[in-house]
């Protein structure tokens, strides 16, 4: 296993569609290994491999056990309802944006030896669902949000909602 370097938004590698998964070896279980240890390393909720510079279609979402997902070739078949929250990328480090997503989502993959399976998301694990398949089409979370937020706008927004509620 090894940490890779992530990408961030700048690199045209996250702007371009990822290519299925045909075969499943040691190079792809080399490459979910790497997902999983960088994902840890980075403290994130999810990763896809173009974030890393792979151009296919893997990703690793972290699911409401605090397990990590390995998603091959997935695909969004089911969602229903809504939410809006604040949502961020370890490819647009320090920003935040408010995004709206479904509240519940279900995925189609397959795992590391090519099996069909289904998982199935609510709140943040239906968010990064979203998320992280959105990257193996060449998209950031940056095109749903019409503000980035700052670190520090982030902070004050927080604290204000805070003291609001109390």
Known sequence: ?????ILTDSDPTLHKVCRPVTNFDSRLHDLLDDLKETLAQANGAGLAAPQV????????????????????????????GEQEGLEGCLSVPGRWGVVKR???VRVRAQDRNGQFFEAEGEDIVARCFCHEVEHLDGHLFT???????????????LQAQEEGGE
């Open 102 to 104: 479904p509240q519940k």
């Open 143 to 157: 095109e749903h949000t019409d503000h980035l937020y700052t670190n520090e706008e982030l902070d004050e927004l």
């Open 1 to 5: 296993m090894a940490l890779r370097t």
């Open 53 to 80: 510079g792979i151009l296919r279609r893997v990703v690793i979402v972290v699911d409401d056990q605090e397990q990590m997902l390995e998603l091959v070739n997935p695909e969004i078949i089911a969602q229903e």
